[in-house]
């Protein structure tokens, strides 16, 4: 449910196919309406996309179901539902693509003289993609879409800003890992975004230990599954950096 965004991101999943005039039980419901609502919901999953379903053998069949992690029926789903791609040199396995917009930079720290030329290398697995340079400014907007490719055992995605030198060896400006748990389970989650009115579907929970500025959210809007975040960079005096990230199936 964290990973997912909370009760309300959850519960967005579990009764996205509610019959058109169902009515909840209500808080003054009996105990009786009550118990039967959460078992349609979560131990016969009545109101869960087909695709996402577990079914199990009828020995011990509820509680079987009802223990099934989250996470397992995604991936059960995703395995189901994805074409493989192989990397030929790693045989890698992918499951969709990521578009990365770096979109700018605030209060970036000074490497030369009075400025810097700063560039942003994003890392994902064994793939390094990088923007462009921008001379002399530490307020840099980049507004430049990145594309990498989105492997089964994927991680964390790598951020890291540098300033460009012609005569030495390049600056670090900061770095931030992105945690990418939370916009990839809510995308397979929803399955096909384009189905889906604009809503949100996960969260990624600013905490002590991650670089995030806030919260940041995985939405849908316009039939595309996306997510803004302001990162503090770290290991450095100063420095800030606005991205986009956008989920891709592989079928698109």
Known sequence: MIEVGGNASANSIYEA?????????????????????????????????????????????????????????????????????KNMEGMVEFIGMLKVKVIKGTDLAIRDMMTSDPYVILKLGQQTVQTTIIKSNLNPVWNEELMLSVPQEFGQLSLQVYDHDIFSADDIMGEADIDLQPLITSAIAFGDAG???????????????????????????????????????????????????????LDH
């Open 17 to 85: 196919y509610l019959p058109e005039g169902y009515t909840k039980p209500a808080s003054d419901a009996s105990h009786e309406q009550r118990e039967k609502f959460i078992r349609s919901k979560y131990e016969h999953q009545e109101f869960l996309k087909p695709s996402l379903r577990i079914v199990s053998g009828k020995s011990s069949s509820h509680k079987n179901s009802f223990k099934a992690s989250f996470s397992k029926r995604l991936m059960d789903s995703f395995r189901k539902s994805t074409s493989s791609s």
């Open 195 to 249: 189905m889906f009115d604009d809503m949100q579907i996960g969260k990624w929970l600013k905490s002590h230990d991650n670089a995030l500025i806030d919260d940041s959210t995985v939405n849908i809007i316009d039939g595309k599954v996306k997510q803004e975040m302001s990162l503090k960079l770290q290991n450095v005096e100063c420095g800030e950096l606005d991205l986009e990230l956008e989920w891709m199936p």
